[in-house]
């Protein structure tokens, strides 16, 4: 089992469409967590930070589920410019070691 | 600011050649992190340095990977005796702190390394 599992998509959505992608962490340790945006041929850049309390952006909201185990993004209201892959990141307790998720293709259309 | 930057950023080589490839994190940024990213894959961590402390190399593929840096600045990543599935893009990311306690991480462009 992959240490962080996400939903490769791809999702299509419509513009102005609601979306949420899931991930899935083992390691109960895991102690910080981010969502990451990668567009195609381009590196990855920091798109929210996730606590247990929720976080909100914008039209972005990350959750955190330490009980499950799980984080999620929810994108409102979405644009064409949303088009990307989303990354799903974890850091576990006692180490510095990162574990990325392989990503959520999510496409926009107009 | 500038931001990280890599050299070079493309790189085509012969199987069983050496290669380095090089990170120029952002001034000041204590931590810095080397990851590989195949094809249509996620990113792979691959080393960890956080200012002088010993680095955490549990990312490392095999034997043929190594990678240094002098204090808080400059990094080489160096694979020895490449081989094909070597190729992949080698991604470094700078951070202001570790990224235990939460610090973003603020990555290059990457080099897109090709192994004949």
């Known amino acids: 089992r992959k240490e962080v599992e996400q939903d490769p998509g791809p999702f299509n959505v419509p513009e102005g469409a609601t979306v949420a992608f899931n991930c899935t962490y083992s390691n109960s340790a895991s102690q910080s967590f981010f969502w990451y945006r990668q567009d195609c041929r381009k590196e990855p850049k920091l798109l929210m930070s996730?606590?247990?309390s929720g976080n909100e952006d914008g039209r972005f909201t990350a959750q955190l589920n330490r009980a499950s185990q799980y984080i999620s993004l929810l994108i409102r209201d979405s644009k064409l410019s949303d088009s990307a892959t989303y990354l799903c990141v974890v850091i576990t307790t006692g180490g510095f070691k990162t574990i990325f998720g392989a990503g959520t293709r999510l496409f926009v259309k107009a | 600011g500038a931001g990280v930057s890599q050299s070079p950023s493309n790189k085509v080589t012969e199987k069983g050649k050496d290669v380095e490839l090089r990170c120029d994190p952002i001034?000041?940024?204590?931590?810095l992190y080397w990851y590989r990213q195949r094809l249509g894959q996620g990113l792979e961590f691959l080393i960890y340095?956080?200012?002088?402390?010993?680095?955490?190399k549990s990312g490392l593929p095999s034997d043929r990977f190594s990678a240094e840096r002098t204090g808080e600045s400059v990094s080489t990543l160096t694979i020895q005796r490449t081989q094909q599935e070597d190729s992949a893009v080698y991604l470094c990311a700078s951070s202001p702190r570790s990224s235990a306690v939460g610090g973003e991480q603020f990555f290059g462009p990457g080099t897109r390394l090709t192994v004949l």
């Open positions: 996730v606590y247990s």
């Open positions: 001034s000041g940024h204590t931590a």
């Open positions: 340095f956080q200012g002088n402390s010993a680095p955490d």
